[in-house]
């Protein structure tokens, strides 16, 4: 089992309706969760951090479940420009702090 | 602006030939990563590096070494590569080893043959 599964898509989303989907993780102990957003041969690049309680900027809102291991990401009243790949990231503490990625899941908005 | 800079976006090499991936940051940040990005498998760390000579062992560091002269650069090299070492390389760095937020190169595509 992978440590940092996601359904790798591709969404498929009207322009201006709500999508969103999960990230589960392995490790109990994991630290501390992010989405990055990695948009079409660019690089991936930090989108949000996700907090115990929530966190919303603009649009997108995450979510973290200890109980359940997994983390999610809404994003809300979409645009053609949030089409792009958004990756899990895992920091595992017993892992020496180092980030663990998940596969990614696509996101394509049409007009 | 933060800048990681990857030497070359695409190379093309034989099997055997010895392969270096240069990246240099102009942020003075102390962590430096490489990873390679392959569909379906996400980002896998190959090495990492907190500071300047210093270096570990990501998951998959087999096949690879790294070098880190000065704080701004860390090189990937391949002694012989091989064809399943085709794939995407990403080199990141980072202020605080436990920080989510890395910054990214734009990549370096190597097509091996």
């Known amino acids: 089992r992978k440590e940092v599964e996601q359904d790798p898509g591709p969404f498929n989303v009207p322009e201006g309706a709500t999508v969103a989907f999960n990230c589960t993780y392995s490790?109990?102990?994991?630290?501390?969760f992010f989405w990055y957003r990695q948009d079409c041969r660019k690089e991936p690049k930090l989108l949000m951090s996700?907090?115990?309680s929530g966190n919303e900027d603009g649009r997108f809102t995450a979510q973290l479940n200890r109980a359940s291991q997994y983390i999610s990401l809404l994003i809300r009243d979409s645009k053609l420009s949030d089409s792009a790949t958004y990756l899990c990231?895992?920091?595992?503490?017993?892992?020496?702090?180092?980030?663990?990625f998940g596969g990614g899941t696509r996101v394509l908005v049409k007009p | 602006d933060v800048k990681v800079t990857q030497s070359s976006r695409y190379l093309v090499k034989r099997t055997g030939e010895k392969v270096f991936l240069e990246c240099v940051q102009d942020?003075?940040?102390?962590?430096m990563f490489w990873y390679r990005q392959d569909p379906g498998l996400g980002l896998r760390l190959i090495y990492f590096?907190?500071?300047?000579?210093?270096?570990e062992k990501g998951d998959i560091p087999e096949g690879y070494s790294v070098s880190r002269e000065k704080k701004e650069r860390f090189s990937l090299i391949l002694e012989s590569a091989s064809t399943n070492q085709t794939s995407m390389y990403l080199c990141?760095?980072?202020?605080?080893?436990?920080?989510?937020?890395?910054?990214f190169g734009e990549g370096s595509r190597l097509t091996v043959l």
């Open positions: 990141a760095s980072s202020s605080r080893l436990n920080t989510g937020e890395l910054f």
């Open positions: 490790n109990s102990a994991s630290q501390s």
């Open positions: 996700v907090y115990s």
């Open positions: 990231v895992v920091n595992f503490k017993a892992a020496g702090n180092k980030l663990t």
């Open positions: 942020m003075d940040h102390e962590n």
């Open positions: 590096s907190y500071d300047v000579k210093m270096k």
